[in-house]
């Protein structure tokens, strides 16, 4: 039995309560696990009678958290617009949420990047919380021809897969991800320059998924606050 850490633990329910906290996405991603070629949206819309948008979202939710693999593929004859097509990867029902947070491995991290000092530092862990947050949007079949604000929903609901407890809400004039929890645990907390990685992911994905924004940690917990905030601005 592998053991986990009390911030293993959080993580990994948060990634499942959102994944599957749901009935209705319980049974679609059941639905998609026996369908040897995958569904698409028109067809859960179908089989569930929901609306086609509806059916897309809780597809792209299963996406998000990996529970689902997208695929783009054209109509028999090649006419029409593609379609996007969910499977799961595997023979088997899994709900295992691989751990993301090793203390031992994030604690060097730490100490190797403040020994870079924090400008370098903070440029190279933006960096590759940015290359992550890319791939993390194309491997949910997620890339470009969405709305800000859908976006925005979509790297939130990654960052929750993830296990960071994130939500995108709006303050005012302003757009925001709120992340409730941190799977970095207090590595971030001693070694704040963590937090860039965070950053990048989220610069990564809106990215990939809508095209170049403005992104801004305004608070963190490293910083005292309760909660991380990113503002986000197109």
Same mark, same amino acid.
């Given at each position: 039995m592998t053991s986990l850490s009390p911030t293993d633990f959080s993580s990994a329910v948060t990634a499942i309560t959102s994944a599957f906290g749901d009935p209705t996405r319980r049974e679609i991603y059941l639905f998609a696990h026996g369908a040897a070629e995958g569904v698409t949206a028109s067809e859960v819309a179908q089989h569930f009678d929901l609306h086609a948008n509806v059916a897309r979202h809780h597809l792209d939710k299963l996406a998000a958290g990996g529970y689902l693999e997208v695929s783009t593929e054209r109509p028999a004859g090649g006419a029409g617009r593609p379609s996007k097509r969910y499977r799961t990867g595997s023979d088997e029902v899994s709900l295992d949420v691989p751990v993301r947070h090793d203390e031992?491995? +994030? @604690?060097?991290?730490? !100490? =190797?990047?403040? =020994?870079?000092?924090? @400008? !370098? =530092?903070? =440029? +190279?862990a933006e960096e590759v919380g940015e290359e992550y947050g890319r791939s993390m949007a194309a491997t949910a079949g997620q890339t470009g021809t969405r709305s800000f604000r859908a976006a925005l929903h979509t790297v939130a609901d990654a960052l929750t897969a993830h296990g960071f407890a994130a939500h995108a809400e709006k303050d005012g004039a302003e757009l925001r991800i709120v992340t409730e929890h941190c799977p970095f645990g207090e590595a971030a907390v001693e070694h704040p320059v963590i937090c860039a990685v965070d950053r990048g992911m989220v610069k990564g994905m809106l990215e990939t998924l809508y095209g170049e924004t403005s992104v801004d940690l305004t608070s963190s917990l490293p910083s005292g606050d309760d909660h991380c905030v990113t503002a986000v601005d197109d």
């Open positions: 031992v491995l +994030l @604690e060097l991290l730490g !100490r =190797a990047l403040a =020994a870079l000092g924090p @400008e !370098r =530092a903070t =440029a +190279l």
